[in-house]
């Protein structure tokens, strides 16, 4: 077989959604993280989540996994991913009863009340106009019990406004992130995903984004605005290389880094 054909093999093989799962998705740590801070806050444990931009529903499977009594419920508009997600984590009859796919804009869904509702790897940047987020998170108010909690992951920093490149090895392939554009004037930024194999193959674009990069205080401003109680700010602490632990603390203010990543609480 020629070097060619082999190369294209390698990457035609690989399924982009196994890929992201892998390099992007750390459910059981958001899940960790959800816990320790609606503890803290409500004296309990949640159960009922609302998985939002859901994508394939990985996090809502771990979810149901970490509790027998939990369930969610998980929105995504994309049919296609959806019907992945229910094939590939949804597999049996006990997980597919546990955790309900809709298909739907996050903005139009109220009902059934959640505990938490949660918006993970920068999703819901998509909305780009205020009316929109605001429409958005008054739909997530409605959507939450009483004492209910909101989480968004947000990134920012010095070189989150630079084009740039960045590497990493996962497994057997290296993830790539590219930050192809910023607009000073709109936030609006277009950032892709690029998959590399050992044998030189590569999926490229496996994953687009056309977002606004929100700031913090704008959230902050928006979520009160439709009745948070309180937003708190959740700080990815970095090691000696400056490199993320994975372990966050809550913070009022922080110095500026090359790159930050957080979790917005809105607590109801
Ligand atoms: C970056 S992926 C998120 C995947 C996964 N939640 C994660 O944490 O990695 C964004 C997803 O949001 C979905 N999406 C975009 N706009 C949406 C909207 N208004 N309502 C519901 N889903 C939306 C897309 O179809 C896509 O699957």
Redesign the pocket.
């Known amino acids: 077989m020629s070097k060619r054909k082999h190369r294209r093999r390698r990457a035609a093989q690989a399924h982009r959604h196994l890929l992201?799962q892998a390099s992007?998705?750390s459910p059981e740590s958001d899940i960790e993280f959800f816990d320790r801070v609606y503890r803290d806050h409500r004296g309990r444990r949640p159960r009922a989540l609302r998985?939002?931009?859901?994508?394939?529903a990985?996090?809502s499977r771990e979810w149901v996994t970490s509790g027998k009594r939990r369930t969610a419920l998980a929105?995504?508009?994309?049919e296609r991913?959806l019907e992945w997600g229910r094939r590939h984590n949804l597999g049996t009859a006990s997980m597919a009863k546990r955790v309900r796919l809709v298909q739907?804009?996050?903005?139009e869904v109220r009902r059934p009340r959640v505990d938490l509702v949660c918006?993970?790897?920068?999703?819901f940047c998509?909305?780009k106009q205020r009316p929109e987020l605001l429409a958005?998170f008054e739909a997530v108010h409605a959507g939450l019990r009483d004492d209910g909690m909101l989480v968004l992951?947000l990134y920012g920093g010095t070189e989150a406004i630079v084009p740039i490149e960045e590497q990493r090895h996962v497994d057997d392939f290296v993830y790539i992130w590219e930050q192809e554009s910023f607009d000073p004037i709109t936030h609006e930024t277009r950032c892709h995903i690029h998959f590399e194999f050992e044998d030189g193959s590569r999926l490229d674009r496996a994953?687009t984004?056309d977002w606004r990069l929100w700031t913090i205080p704008e959230l902050r401003d928006v979520l009160t605005e439709v009745g948070f109680a309180d937003v708190e700010v959740y700080w990815e602490q970095v090691d000696d290389d400056g490199d993320g632990t994975g372990e966050y603390q809550r913070t009022e203010s922080e110095e500026n880094q090359e790159g930050w990543l957080v979790y917005v609480v809105a607590l109801r």
């Open positions: 992201y992007v998705q998985e939002d931009f859901c994508g394939t990985l996090l929105i995504d508009l994309d991913t739907a804009d996050v903005r918006a993970m790897n920068f999703s998509v909305l958005y992951e994953f984004y």
